[in-house]
Structures are given as C-alpha cells and as structure tokens.
C-alpha cells in the first residue's frame, strides 16, 4: 500500500533565494507534500549545494522533496516566466534583503495583480519595515540582537554559538507557520496576504520570560552553562564510565524519586530541598551531592537505576548514538534516502508525524536545473520558447 498524499500536495509552492533561511521554509512544505518549485541562478545554483562538513551533503536534505528550476531574474524575460510560474501559485517563498523585488517589479502588490491568491512569504534578518530593514542581517546577526547569543555558553567567557543556524531555522519555521495561517485565511477569504518574518524576532520569540524579568524585576537574564538559575537540580552529571547524563528532577514528586534512588529518600523532605524554591537557593550544594553519587555509576547502570525510579535521564547524543538507539529505530527518526551521488546517505525523517497524511521524503535535493524543462512546458513554454531562453541564458 502506497503512503497517503501529504496534506499539502494540493499546493504550488515557489521558492525564490538562497541558504537557510527561506529554504528551509520550503522544506517544511515540500516534506508535508507540497510542490516546491526552487528557482535558482543558472550554472550557480545555492550555495547550499556546496555546504556539509567531509561531503557538502546540506543540499540533500534541504533541497529535499524540491524541483530545481534555473531562472536569472535579473534578466527581463527571467522575471516575465516567474510572473507565468506564480499565475497559478499558492505560496512565493523568498529570502532576499528586502527591496531586491521591488526593484525586480515583482512586488507583492504587482504578483497579486496578476494572483490575487497569492501567499507571499518574506524571510529576512530585521523585516520588511523599520530603519534596519535594508540592512544585510544574517542568522546569526539575528539571534545576536534576538538575545540568544547573550545567553548561549558559559558565564566565564564569551557569548556562544548554539553549533546550529537556529536563527535562520525559527525565522523559516515561523514563516512557515504564517504561510499555514494565511492559508486558512485564503480559505475563508479567497485573498492572499504577506507574510514578514524577521530572524531577530523569531529568536525574540523564544526568549521565554526575559523580557517581563526586566520590565518587572530589572533581572536581566545571564549566561549559566548548563543549567537554569533557581531550577534543580537539572544538569549533566558525571558516571564512572566518563560520559555525562542529563538529569532533570526538578519537579517535587521527581525530586522525590531520585532521591529514592540514591538511597536517601529523606532529602525529600529536608527543608533545603523540599521545595522548588529551596532547591533552587541551594542548587550548588544539590548538584555537587548528586555528581558524587552518579559518579559511582557507570552511564549504562545510572541510566537504568532513573529509568526504574521514574526519573527523567539521558545521554547527550551525537549522531552515531542516535544511529543506534532502538527509540531513534523503532520510529525510524533517521532513514536511508536513495540518491545516486551519496549510496549511503542517511537524514532525519520529517516531523511531525501525521496519523493520516504522514510526509515523506519523496528525494533529496535534486541536480541543478534538473525540473526546468518539465515545469516550463507544463506552464504553456514550447520548445521553441525554452531554446530561445536557454539560448539567452535565462534559464
């Protein structure tokens, strides 16, 4: 029995830019089921396709589930097949700094002339209104003035990097989740709409209570490693064997059951540690008392004595542990992708799972260009008409 269509397979999707930050917004779509239609510079293509550390191998996974067009638009005749690309498209994916299609005369306003249900979704660091919008903002820019950067690493030296673009990936996740949400509105309405979605602020959404810490309490929130100020005991802790466990037990019934597994059930009543709050004023002291105890453990025994007490515990993966890991198995979290260039390539699968329309990896970024004759003849160009375009290096 073949899968289910994904739930967006009745959707058109183009996607105009490069990197991350709105390609991994087509990604989102494209794994659901949509067509994703990415356009991209002749004989260039994204520089993504050259990415990934041993084998640029980036591109596999967010060029997945996507066809490749060439289109230069900065050529005319490049702009007027967008224009025929878009006529009948439900979302216009693009990251570029903001003005760039205005200048192009592919506004939103003109593209909905010709589409008024049109959804189009603008990726960029700083929005598209503000005196920084048309400054260049990359991912990082963003989680540094969306806060995150401050808080990221250890409070004895500088600010950190997560080791992920994850400014780029929120800002193309919220624009994704704005393309839905204009979606349901198009329904109701039969009108598309803008979408702006601003690194900065996608980082600034998850800055969880800062902002009122201070507006409040005039607390600004510092670097603490690897654990929450006034949350315990929540940490890594060291075993015999010389890996490191997460342990969270901040919660008071939790709390109780680790220490039930360290052999002294009386810590959950003592008046140091009975409560959220008293553990909290006396995290240090709580954690070194629970790193002398799990240090008598080797990683295996500590993770199974947590497991039998109910208490939350794990390994800080790395991808040969997620490889192996009957969890990562049984859901089939990662899976072999066929692909001609890589024969053992291997990426995480798509999330969230859908009972009904599950997404799917349908393939891994494609060949440059390797779409354009199929989407071109599909839109009404002949072969004449493509020649010609090939011939004047518009496609």
């Not at 692909?339 to 291997?346: I, M, Q, R, V």
Request: with cysteine.
């Amino acid at each position: 029995m073949s899968p289910a269509p994904g739930a967006l397979s009745h959707l058109k999707v183009l996607e105009l830019g490069q990197l991350i930050a709105g390609p991994f917004c087509g990604q989102l779509l494209g794994d659901m089921g949509a067509d994703v239609i990415k356009i991209e510079a002749p004989g260039v293509g994204d520089p993504m396709r050259s990415w990934g550390q041993g084998k640029p191998v980036w591109w596999s996974v967010i060029g997945r589930n996507k066809r490749s067009v060439t289109l230069d638009l900065r050529k005319p005749a490049g702009r007027e097949v967008l224009k025929t690309l878009a006529a009948d498209a439900d979302i216009l994916i693009e990251n570029f700094r903001p003005g760039t299609l205005e200048k192009w005369e592919l506004s939103p306003e003109a593209l909905r002339v010709l589409n008024p249900r049109l959804i189009i979704v603008r990726v960029s660091g700083f929005g598209q209104t503000g005196p920084y919008a048309k400054r260049a903002g990359y991912g990082s820019i963003g989680e540094a003035m969306g806060g995150m950067r401050y808080l990221a690493g250890d409070p004895d030296r500088p600010p950190s990097r997560v080791g992920l673009s994850i400014g780029d990936a929120l800002a193309a996740t919220f624009a994704c989740l704005g393309a839905l949400t204009a979606l349901e509105h198009r329904n109701q309405t039969g009108q598309g709409q803008v979408v702006d979605s601003a690194i900065y602020e996608a980082v600034l959404a998850m800055m969880e209570s800062t902002v009122p810490e201070y507006t409040e309490a005039g607390v600004i929130r510092e670097r603490t490693g690897a654990i929450l100020p006034k949350i315990a005991p929540s940490n890594v802790y060291p075993t015999a064997s010389g890996e490191m466990v997460l342990i969270g037990a901040n919660q008071d019934s939790v709390f109780a059951r680790l220490a039930e597994a360290m052999g002294t059930p009386e810590l959950a009543t003592d008046p140091r540690y009975a409560s959220h709050t008293a553990r909290g004023e006396h995290q240090e002291e709580l954690d070194l008392r629970i790193a002398e105890w799990t240090s008598g453990f080797s990683a295996d025994a500590l993770l199974a004595l947590c497991e039998h007490h109910g208490v939350p515990a794990g390994r800080i993966y790395r991808v040969p542990d997620m490889l192996a890991d009957p969890q990562y198995q049984a859901r089939e979290s990662i899976v072999p992708v066929p692909d001609p260039t890589y024969p053992g390539l291997k990426m995480q699968n798509v999330f969230p799972r859908l009972s009904e329309t599950p997404g799917q990896i349908r393939w891994p970024g494609p060949a440059l260009g390797a779409h354009t004759e199929a989407v071109l003849e599909a839109h009404g160009f002949d072969a004449d008409a493509r020649a010609a375009l090939r011939r004047d290096g518009v496609i």
